[in-house]
C-alpha cells in the first residue's frame, strides 16, 4: 500500500498574474486561474482517492482551489500553512520596493531574521509551516496505522511559499533553492512516506 501527501498550489490570482508581494491578503482566484484549473483537472493530474483526507490554509484561494478540483467536500483547515506575511510591503512589486532600504536587507542580503513592519519574517514564517507541517504529518502518520488494506492519501491545498518550504524541509539534502522548489499555481507535489519518512517525491 502506499503513503504519500499532496501539495497543491492554490490557482492563478491577481498577485500572481500582476507579481505582487503577497501573503495575508486574502484575495480570490480570477477568471484565469479557474480557467486553469478546470484544464488541469480534466487532464487527471489530481489524485482522485475516495478515502483521502482533504486540507487547506483557510484562505479564499485554496478554499476555491479545492472546491474546483474536488467539489465541496468535508476538509479540516490548518491555518499554519498560511502564505508569508509581507507586512506593508503586501500587493507591491519589485519595481516598487526595489529602492527601499530596508526591503533589499530582505531580499540581497538574506537576513533570515528581518521582520517586514507588521509582518513575519523569513524564520517566524519557516516556523509557523514547519508546525503546520508537523500537523499534517502526525494526522497523515495516524490515519496510516489503522490503513491496512488501501493507500493512505493527504491532499492539502495550500502557497508556494509554504510548498517550497516544507519540501526543503523534507528533502533537505537535495541542491534546490527556494526558486526550484516552487510550484507553478494548481500544480505541486507527492510526497511518499515509508514509517513515517519521506522517501521520494514526484511534481506534477
Keep these: 500500500m502506499q503513503s504519500y501527501i499532496c501539495f497543491i498550489r492554490h490557482g492563478i490570482t491577481e498577485g500572481n498574474q500582476k507579481k505582487w508581494f503577497y ?9 484565469e486561474g479557474i480557467d486553469e484549473l478546470e484544464r488541469l483537472r480534466e487532464e487527471g493530474i489530481y489524485p482522485l482517492i475516495k478515502n483521502a483526507d482533504f486540507y487547506t490554509s483557510g484562505m479564499l484561494r485554496t478554499e476555491q482551489t479545492l472546491e474546483l478540483i474536488y467539489g465541496k467536500i468535508k476538509h ?11 507586512g506593508k510591503y503586501e500587493c507591491m512589486t519589485y519595481d516598487d520596493l526595489k529602492d527601499d532600504e530596508a526591503f533589499n536587507r530582505f531580499a540581497y542580503n538574506h537576513d533570515i531574521d528581518y521582520v517586514f513592519p507588521n509582518g513575519d519574517s523569513k524564520k517566524s514564517f519557516a516556523m509557523r509551516v514547519y508546525r503546520g507541517l508537523e500537523i499534517l504529518i502526525g494526522n497523515h502518520s495516524t ?11 493527504s491532499i492539502v491545498v495550500s502557497h508556494g511559499g509554504v510548498i517550497t518550504a516544507s519540501l526543503s524541509k523534507l528533502f533537505p539534502d537535495e541542491e534546490m533553492n527556494m526558486w526550484d522548489w516552487m510550484p507553478k499555481p494548481g500544480r505541486g507535489y507527492k510526497v511518499y512516506f515509508e514509517d513515517d519518512k519521506p522517501i521520494r517525491y514526484e511534481k506534477f
Aim: glycine content about 6%.
Design 23 to 31: 501573503g495575508s491578503v486574502d484575495i480570490p482566484l480570477i477568471v
Design 76 to 86: 479540516e483547515v490548518i491555518p499554519e500553512l498560511s502564505e508569508m506575511n509581507f
Design 143 to 153: 490515519r496510516q496505522k489503522g490503513n491496512v488494506e488501501e493507500d493512505t492519501v
